[in-house]
């Protein structure tokens, strides 16, 4: 019998973490377009809940590929809620999901401490806050609404990295996790 990296149990529970994020990620998108209009500072909090997939899955199962896997599956359930931003969620989720993939990747899946998660929260949150200031054209905006878009959007990532820590911690103590074996 050959042994898969993601058993058919660590793919449930990420399909089942994919659906609740999903679910909040297409709302996410319906109201980016209200948040963009009337205060566009604020947007890097609505684009932060988009980490949640795969910082839950890495606490609950503290896996290689468990981030990319709920996050692409969130990205799906996102757009049942949200057909017409397909793309824009399965390329957060694949940008996201790589990122931090890529950081448990740097400590070959062995260190699992806060400072990591906290660690792919900021690279996402730096990302983010460049390419949307020159995507959305925040540049056009008052020097107050400029400073707090950045200070949001580096915020935005951290916040929901801490509401995901512990939303995997408490799944964890619950024994999701329970017989499911490290790498």
Same mark, same amino acid.
């Given at each position: 019998m050959t042994?898969t990296?993601?058993?058919t149990?660590v793919?449930?529970v990420?399909?089942?973490l994919?659906v609740?994020t999903g679910l909040?990620?297409? %709302?996410?998108?319906a /109201? =980016?377009?209200l948040? +963009?209009?009337a205060?566009? &500072?604020?947007?890097?909090?609505? +684009?932060?809940s988009?980490v949640?997939?795969?910082?839950?899955?890495q606490q609950?199962?503290?896996l290689?590929?468990?981030a990319? =896997? =709920?996050? %692409?599956?969130?990205a799906?359930v996102?757009?049942?809620v949200?057909?017409?931003?397909?793309w824009r969620?399965l390329g957060?989720?694949l940008? *996201?999901g790589?990122?931090?993939?890529g950081v448990?990747a740097? =400590?070959?899946?062995r260190?699992w401490?806060? &400072?990591?998660?906290f660690?792919?929260a900021?690279? /996402?949150? %730096?990302l983010?806050?460049?390419v949307? *200031?020159?995507?959305a054209?925040?540049g056009?905006l008052p020097a &107050?609404?400029q400073?707090?878009? +950045?200070? /949001?959007?580096?915020a935005?990532p951290?916040? &929901?990295?801490?509401?995901?820590?512990?939303v995997?911690?408490?799944?964890?103590?619950?024994?999701?996790?329970r017989g499911?074996?490290?790498g």
């Amino acid at each position: 019998m050959t042994r898969t990296l993601l058993s058919t149990r660590v793919l449930l529970v990420c399909a089942a973490l994919g659906v609740a994020t999903g679910l909040l990620g297409g %709302v996410a998108g319906a /109201i =980016t377009p209200l948040v +963009l209009a009337a205060a566009p &500072w604020a947007y890097g909090l609505v +684009l932060g809940s988009h980490v949640l997939p795969g910082i839950i899955a890495q606490q609950v199962f503290r896996l290689p590929l468990v981030a990319l =896997t =709920t996050h %692409v599956l969130a990205a799906l359930v996102a757009s049942a809620v949200n057909p017409s931003w397909i793309w824009r969620f399965l390329g957060t989720a694949l940008l *996201f999901g790589a990122i931090q993939e890529g950081v448990a990747a740097l =400590t070959r899946y062995r260190s699992w401490g806060a &400072w990591r998660f906290f660690a792919a929260a900021l690279v /996402i949150g %730096v990302l983010v806050a460049v390419v949307v *200031f020159f995507a959305a054209n925040l540049g056009k905006l008052p020097a &107050w609404a400029q400073i707090a878009y +950045l200070v /949001i959007a580096l915020a935005g990532p951290v916040v &929901w990295t801490a509401a995901g820590l512990g939303v995997g911690e408490s799944l964890r103590r619950a024994g999701v996790a329970r017989g499911v074996r490290a790498g």
